[in-house]
């Protein structure tokens, strides 16, 4: 997946941090986008881009002078199906480390921290939390049941039983002191139309 | 403690009359026209199998109303009210081919209990749908390739599982309805029986299913409210009824006909209570998903099986029914298909194999320890328990509850009893994720599916035990005034989720960013 430069450029935003430009320069792999049009200013600028294509992630770019390299956040994300926490799961966006001038105004941010509380030295029109939701596909990657498994195969391989702290649901045991009976009933019955009668 | 499962059919029969003349060629054809079962023939399931309940034909020329109040106040039967005892024909008059076969000379053939010897082969047989299975025979009229000799009316039709004595000459089912068949003609009359499942589609039980008052909680008081506040889903997976072949015969095949209300052969009927809570989670016949789009399908349970096998292997009395016509069998039991021991395989990935390696590098907190089976999980393991392993545990044989006085409207039950034993129990330290109903093959000891089940754990939600893959983010609104964001979920999961992007541009606001719409929307 590759960008396009004309998609970027129109970011205004990073302009107005005495950032030169942006260029463009590849089509796969990281995408330099702060290259030779950096003209002064100093300040921390983020990225987006794929790493390969078939592995899409978000990552996060260098500052400086350029931007070249991977920032090492690549791989894939796994997460447990939100049906316990409603419809979905929400984003949150944090403003991160970021010191530049904007119009003349210095800014300065450390950390991360919540969008509202520096939103006053902030310029330009006032912030608006960005918003959206995850794009997913469904993992072979299985969910464990938060601990080992009580497991022949383990005595197969000679382990020896090593039940972790146990933290999430768990499931019913048979009973020493009671019968479980299970009725099942087996109903049939047949509408009788406009037959009966006819 | 009592469970309660259920499942049931609904029945719908059909009659249908084509009159052909002596050459073989259709003159003449009618609608399925809808038949009423009668009370007797609902409480023949009991002893019969659906497909036996139409073994033979009768036709009347009586007029009377089928009996049957709405709902009916007793066990009432019904039949015809004038069967016709002669049918004047032509023997052996007729060939298909050609020219007529040898003329045997006239004689009057019974209209009463017409069976098997008047069979159309290849009118006969069974068809699987996706709600259950319809089944058929079809006569002709007259038999022994005659031909009438004079118009033969028919006002009333029925069918019945037998032909005298006390048990089964009564109709299963009777329509009143007016046909003429020309003399010099012949005609085929089917009936075809559908038997519509109503739990082929996932079903679910919510706590307070299972009945735990009498139980006895001196000693396990815990273990008991486990099973008072259990809920889970089930489907049954195949229609496990006898079969019709091709020449009208009802067998048996291989699976049983476990799930006939008649079944008597309880020795192989059993419940089991597996481990396993993952083998259909990916894919609906089991293991490795096969495709993206599989794994949406899944539900967790095996999906309802549909055969429908070619028509010349339909079983034919000479020989079994072929290899190639077969059901999943020892679901969420074995490690391997070859094993002999009752353990489920234990899966970490459904991606190909057990042995597959799936990519958990970006994964902190679980690792290859972490299988999906049903383990005490928050409820801990008790080190000073005994310790028999992720086995399976399997019910008595079952036996069929009395039925007298069952007779209530328009519907009738049966109830089947399978007990879990206190000397069977596997302790405390084994725990159970899923129950089948199965038919076990006296001889092959496999058990074929009938029933699926699958529980849910203590948090009580419906959570398919695999992850989701989160491949990128859609934004619906960019944002404004915000150079750089991290982005993480709330609430926040162990896995490593806290990414870093830009937001932009710096006024306005840049709806479906087409940079991120083309990774594809949900």
């Known amino acids: ?198 | 403690m009592d469970i309660k499962a259920n499942v049931n059919y609904a029945l719908e029969g059909k009659f249908k009359v084509d009159i052909f003349n002596k050459k073989g060629e259709l003159i003449e054809t009618t609608d399925w026209f809808n038949n009423f079962i009668t009370p007797s023939g609902l409480s023949y399931i009991y002893n019969y199998n659906f497909a036996d309940c139409f073994r033979y034909l009768s036709l009347g020329i009586g007029t009377t109303s089928n009996y049957g109040n709405n709902p009916p106040s007793a066990n009432e039967t019904t039949g015809l009210s004038s069967p016709i005892t002669s049918i004047p024909t032509n023997l052996n008059a007729i060939s298909i081919s050609g020219s007529p076969g040898v003329i045997f000379g006239t004689s009057n053939l019974s209209g009463q209990y017409i069976g098997s010897w008047a069979y159309q082969e290849g009118g006969c047989g069974i068809v699987e749908d996706n709600d259950g299975p319809r089944f058929y025979r079809s006569w002709n009229i007259p038999f022994y390739n005659g031909y009438l000799l004079n118009d033969l009316t028919i006002n009333e039709f029925m069918v019945s599982p037998s032909t005298g004595g006390s048990n089964g000459a009564l109709a299963f089912s009777r329509v009143k309805k007016n046909i003429i068949i020309p003399q010099g003609t012949f005609s085929t009359i089917s009936y075809q029986l559908k038997i519509k499942l109503g739990s082929v589609n996932i079903q679910t039980f919510s706590g307070g299913t299972f009945q735990t008052g009498n139980a006895d909680i001196t000693n396990e008081v815990n273990e008991v409210a486990q099973w008072n506040t259990l809920s889970g889903c089930y489907r049954q997976t195949y229609h496990g009824l006898a079969w019709i072949d091709s020449i009208g015969t009802t067998f048996v095949p291989r699976y049983g006909n476990l799930m006939e209300p008649s079944f008597t052969g309880l020795a192989a009927s059993r419940f089991y209570l597996s481990p396993d809570n993952s083998q259909f989670n990916v894919n609906v016949s089991g293991g490795a998903n096969s495709s993206e789009s599989s794994s949406y399908l899944a539900d967790g349970l095996l999906k309802f099986i549909v055969q429908n096998p070619p028509y010349q292997q339909i079983y034919d009395n000479s020989t079994s029914v072929p290899n190639t016509q077969n059901l999943p069998n020892n679901i969420r039991i074995k490690l391997s298909t070859a094993a002999t021991s009752e353990f489920p395989a234990m899966y970490n990935s459904q991606y190909s194999s057990v042995s597959t390696n799936p990519d958990y590098s970006s994964l902190a907190v679980y690792d290859f320890q972490g299988y999906s089976t049903a383990t005490p999980g928050s409820s801990g393991y008790d080190s000073s328990k005994a310790q028999f392993g992720n086995k399976i545990l399997v019910s008595t044989q079952g036996f069929n509850m009395p039925h007298t006085g069952a007779v209530t409207g328009r519907s009738r039950v049966l109830t089947r009893r399978h007990s879990f034993l206190p000397a069977q129990s596997l302790g405390k330290n084994t725990r159970f994720g899923s129950l089948v109903y199965a038919y076990k093959n006296p001889i092959s000891n496999d058990y074929y599916p009938m029933v699926d089940s699958m529980f849910f754990d203590t948090s009580g939600q419906y959570m398919m035990a695999h992850y989701r893959q989160i491949t990128g983010i859609y934004f619906t609104n960019r944002g404004s005034g915000i150079v750089a964001c991290s982005t993480y979920t709330v609430p926040q999961i162990d896995m490593p989720f806290n990414h870093k992007t830009f937001q932009g541009p710096g006024t306005g606001s840049l709806t479906n960013h087409p940079a991120l719409n083309g990774i594809g929307g949900i």
Not at chain 1, 63 to 90: E, H, L, N
């Open chain 1, 1 to 198: 997946m590759a960008y396009y430069s004309n998609e970027l450029t129109g970011v205004s935003m990073l302009s107005g941090v005495g950032l030169g430009g942006i260029s463009y320069t590849g089509s796969t792999g990281v995408v330099n986008l702060f290259g030779s049009g950096y003209s002064g200013g100093y300040g921390q600028v983020y990225g987006i881009y794929w790493n390969t294509s078939a592995n899409p992630a978000f990552g996060l770019a260098a500052d400086g002078t350029g931007i070249t390299s991977s920032p090492g956040i690549t791989g894939t994300i796994y997460y447990p199906r939100p049906s316990p926490f409603g419809s979905g799961i929400s984003l949150k966006f944090l403003v991160t480390a970021f010191s530049g001038s904007v119009g003349g105004v210095s800014i300065a941010l450390t950390g991360d921290q919540l969008i509202g509380i520096n939103s006053g030295t902030a310029p330009g029109s006032g912030y608006i939390l960005p918003s959206g939701y995850f794009i997913h596909q469904e993992s072979f990657v299985l969910l464990p049941n938060y601990a080992n498994p009580t497991s022949q195969i383990y005595q197969s391989l000679g382990t020896p039983y090593s039940y972790t702290p146990a933290a999430g649901g768990f499931y019913p045991s048979m009973l020493n002191d009671n019968i479980v009976n299970i009725n099942l009933e087996i109903t049939w019955s047949g509408a009788s139309g406009d037959a009966l009668n006819c």
